[in-house]
């Protein structure tokens, strides 16, 4: 615990230090547009304040919150479907699935935790799809729902099984993920806005590139080194390793979304240009790296 607040402590100290300095930089330099970096950090104000709660107090505050988390993340992405009135029940069993996959984290059934959205939501999703009797875009609408399960409901979720799976290291192994996935969207968002030539796919996010890439991934496993004695029971060698894992998967789901929403929202640039904005649209690593580290955790130590 006494890591955990000092932690925290330390990011309040260089958010605030950030926010002073863009500040500053506005009140100095009023034609050119911040705006892009005022979002990202309160962006991070945002999710330092749900990620306190998952840390600091017990596992079922933590819990609580992160439902909280899944239930909105998962909202903005129905926002970007194209959905007809037979969706609307889809989406209702949809939602119900969240408290029932932190029901399985809560009494710690790691098994049906591990295989309810996969499987059991994957074969019984599309029945009030079918008893609404839509046909005309029946697997767009299902197909895309179970993504959304998947994404912002089964990865997601994982943050929450840490203090269940490991009640002595899982708060302090929720706060490293998290501070290492942000280091990285910071750091290749930084990057690829200044010095970024080599777009990944410009057509879906211009701002991830193969500099912001490399840069994120160096970066990110320098900060693991100096990170992981803190707040992990790690080794040097899986706490160096864990750098480079987090940095590549929280690539992956940054790309993966990006295309993702991109497709969701063709024809629709006014909705697109409304969701660039939204805190929530800063989740998309996570949505990767969470289940990710999870499992190679899980596989390689035993206090998992």
Sequence with gaps: MNTTIVTLTMIFIVLSSVSFVFLFLKKREPEKDFSHVFLRVKTWWG????????????????LLSLMVLCFFALKEYFSMMKTRRAD??????????????????????????????????????PLPRLLGKGTSGFLRSV???????????????????????????????????????Q????????????????????????LITWEGFIGALLITTAASYFIYPILTPLDMTFGILSGVLISCTGFFGSLTISVLKRDLLIGDQEKFNILKKSYLNRVDSLTYTSPVFFHVIRYFFDFM
């Design 88 to 125: 609307r029940r889809l989406f209702l069993w949809s939602y119900l699935a969240i408290p029932l996959q932190f029901y399985w984290i809560f009494i710690g059934w790691y098994g049906m935790f591990i295989v309810f959205i996969p499987v059991y939501v994957f074969l019984f999703l």
């Design 183 to 206: 280091i990285n969207d910071m750091v290749h968002y930084l990057i690829s806005l200044y010095l970024g030539k080599k777009k990944v796919v410009p057509s879906a996010n211009p």
């Design 143 to 181: 197909s895309s729902t179970q993504w959304g399960l998947m994404l912002m409901v089964f990865g997601l979720s994982h943050l929450a099984y840490y203090q269940f799976a490991t009640p002595q290291y899982g708060a302090n192994l929720v706060l490293f993920l998290v501070v290492l996935t």
């Design 47 to 62: 999710m330092l304040v749900v990620f306190a709660m998952a840390t600091l107090f017990n596992p079922i505050v933590s």
